[in-house]
T-cell receptor, first 112, second 113 residues
Framework: GQQVMQIPQYQHVQEGEDFTTYCNSSTTLSNIQWYKQRPGGHPVFLIQLVKSGEVKKQKRLTFQFGEAKKNSSLHITATQTTDVGTYFCGREMAGANSKLTFGKGITLSVRP | NAGVMQNPRHLVRRRGQEARLRCSPMKGHSHVYWYRQLPEEGLKFMVYLQKENIIDESGMPKERFSAEFPKEGPSILRIQQVVRGDSAAYFC???????????FGNGTRLTVT
């Protein structure tokens, strides 16, 4: 199908380590959105990337859209325990309906 | 500036009963989306609505599930004759326009006993 793939599903890091995760698609994306869901919480919008090669930063988080617009990355510098949660990437489906479909997400745990 | 409001937060139903989940979008938002999330799984799209219209219901099971977003009042996701497999968290999200970021509600955790 036209889903986005996020692998692996879980990652464990030591506090202070860097963390990178990827979101991959077999088809070209018009844009990509990233969301974070804390344990027991609801997804919260982080960023939207639209342009090829676009890079956006939010404090220790860096988001990048691939040149071919088929993948995206999220990099967290010096992870903290507050970074714990599940990070989802979402793509807009082609066609008139702009529904957003999500990857399975990557759940990050941080050892203090 | 209230966000997306969902109620109830928790809902327990016996098999065969009906479940009604409500969602009031953010002020100024006319696009509503419903997602289902099973434990340790991603967000699965169910239905996309605008006022009085179902735009895309490709993620909705064909039977027992229905959704509406009337001219007045909240959006309703209705599950008839619930079964244990319907137990999940149901999230509603809204956006100001198509393609803009989604704002999610706190979700309704449905448990079918």
């Amino acid at each position: 199908g036209q889903q986005v793939m996020q692998i692996p599903q879980y990652q464990h890091v030591q506090e202070g380590e860097d963390f990178t995760t990827y979101c991959n698609s077999s088809t070209t994306l018009s844009n990509i959105q990233w969301y974070k869901q804390r344990p027991g919480g609801h997804p919260v919008f982080l960023i939207q990337l639209v342009k090829s090669g676009e890079v956006k930063k939010q404090k220790r988080l860096t988001f990048q859209f691939g040149e071919a617009k088929k993948n995206s990355s999220l990099h967290i510098t010096a992870t903290q325990t507050t970074d714990v949660g599940t990070y989802f990437c979402g793509r807009e489906m082609a066609g008139a309906n702009s529904k957003l479909t999500f990857g399975k997400g990557i759940t990050l745990s941080v050892r203090p | 500036n209230a966000g997306v409001m969902q109620n109830p937060r928790h809902l327990v139903r016996r098999r065969g009963q009906e479940a009604r989940l409500r969602c009031s979008p953010m002020k100024g938002h006319s696009h509503v989306y419903w997602y289902r999330q099973l434990p340790e799984e991603g967000l699965k799209f169910m239905v996309y609505l605008q006022k009085e219209n179902i735009i895309d219901e490709s993620g909705m099971p064909k039977e027992r599930f229905s959704a509406e977003f009337p001219k007045e009042g909240p959006s309703i996701l209705r599950i008839q004759q619930v079964v244990r497999g319907d137990s999940a968290a149901y999230f509603c999200a809204s956006s100001r326009e198509a393609g803009s970021p989604l704002h999610f509600g706190n979700g309704t955790r449905l448990t079918v006993t």
